[in-house]
């Protein structure tokens, strides 16, 4: 792997230049607690300290509403809504978040690809950046805090500014065409960077494995944990939502008003949605709160086998943001009690 430096002085100069490659999108602070991914005019607004966003970097991939094709119903004939996709820069992306991309792309990108999701993919510049763990970060436990693919550059801190890993032909075009605005890598930044990544794993409030995790899941369902924690959930499913590996989605045919046209819109969903498991019929597969309550834990715990990692990446969103205070890993640990705490 190629590695260079940027200083602190140049990373202005850097996010300024990125834009040269595409809209630039990064985390801003919208609110006391609460950050976004907006698109950049001024780059000294970029959060630097932010840990997640309100809504996950799948919005840019899979939007939550789409059209995706016309229909023409006199003549029984549609036309696919498909658009070339502008190039675009996503700034600041944890290990956590590039990962849950990679999930993604082996759902999306399957022996059938969806071609509205890889024209967004293919446009997609990946800009990662390093993290320290809050209270509610898991991606230690997860194997997923450190990632060795899908971007084009990460940056890890330094003290006086960033060791740089290039991951892509992009990554090293963006390096080579900007040669005025990185260093070489010298001994005293290594050994920045390893301090770095010891600290951070330090800072993690869980330590151990999740690896057996799906099948405590599937032998403690009858457990009353369930029960008590189905009870307390309000069904909004803010925790899928802002989840970045739940992929949910429905599909419509919305009629126009005059009966000629329509269009097909996709939309994200939620398991946690009593529509969700209704089939035509009135039939539900998941009928109570709590069926859909633990088919989330169920879905979040079972292996993603192409990586070799659960379809949980442990960013902690779904807790950060439940207005229940339903806490995901609490109640794993509590499954699995005394396995580390
Ligand atoms: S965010 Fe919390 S309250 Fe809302 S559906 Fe998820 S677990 Fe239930
Ligand atoms: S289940 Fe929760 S902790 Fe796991 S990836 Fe989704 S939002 Fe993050």
Request: charge should be negative; aromatic fraction near 14%; proline fraction near 4%.
């Amino acid at each position: 792997m190629r590695y260079v430096k940027i200083y602190n002085e140049k990373m202005q100069e850097f996010l300024e230049r990125l834009k040269n490659y595409g809209k630039l999108y990064a985390p801003v602070k919208i609110s006391d607690k609460f950050y976004d991914r907006k698109e950049i005019d001024d780059v000294k607004k970029i959060s630097f300290d932010c840990l997640r966003t309100i809504m996950p970097a799948k919005k840019f991939f899979i939007p939550p509403y789409e059209e995706l094709f016309e229909i023409d119903i006199e003549n029984a004939d549609y036309k696919e809504k498909i658009e070339e996709t502008e190039p675009f820069v996503l700034f600041g992306l944890h290990a956590c978040e590039i990962v849950a991309l990679r999930i993604l792309d082996g759902v999306y990108l399957d022996e059938f690809p969806d071609i509205y999701y890889a024209n967004r993919r293919k446009a997609g510049i990946i800009i990662g950046l390093s993290c320290l763990p809050d209270e509610y970060c898991f991606c230690n436990l997860t194997r997923t805090d450190f990632v060795d693919i899908g971007f084009e550059l990460f940056l890890h801190e330094l003290p006086d500014g960033y060791l740089i890993r290039v991951g892509s032909p992009k990554g090293h075009k963006i390096v080579d065409e900007n040669p005025d605005l990185f260093s070489e890598v010298k001994k005293e930044d290594i050994d920045a960077f390893k301090m770095f990544e010891e600290k951070r794993q330090k800072l993690f409030k869980y330590y151990g494995s999740f690896d057996n995790i799906r099948y405590i899941l599937e032998l403690t369902m009858k457990d009353k944990i369930w029960d008590e924690e189905a009870e307390k959930c309000l069904g909004c499913g803010n925790c899928t939502m802002t989840c970045p590996t739940c992929r949910c989605y429905d599909v419509q045919d919305i009629p126009d008003i005059d009966g000629k046209h329509a269009k097909r819109i996709r939309f994200w969903d939620s398991c946690q949605f009593r529509s969700h498991g209704l089939v035509a019929g009135g039939h539900n597969f998941r009928p109570t709160k709590k069926d859909r309550f633990l088919n989330r834990y169920i879905c979040k715990n079972a292996y993603f086998y192409p990586l070799g990692t659960s379809y949980c990446v442990g960013c902690g969103n779904c807790t950060y943001f439940c207005p229940a205070n339903i806490n995901f890993l609490e109640n794993l640990i509590e499954i699995r009690r005394g396995i580390n705490a």
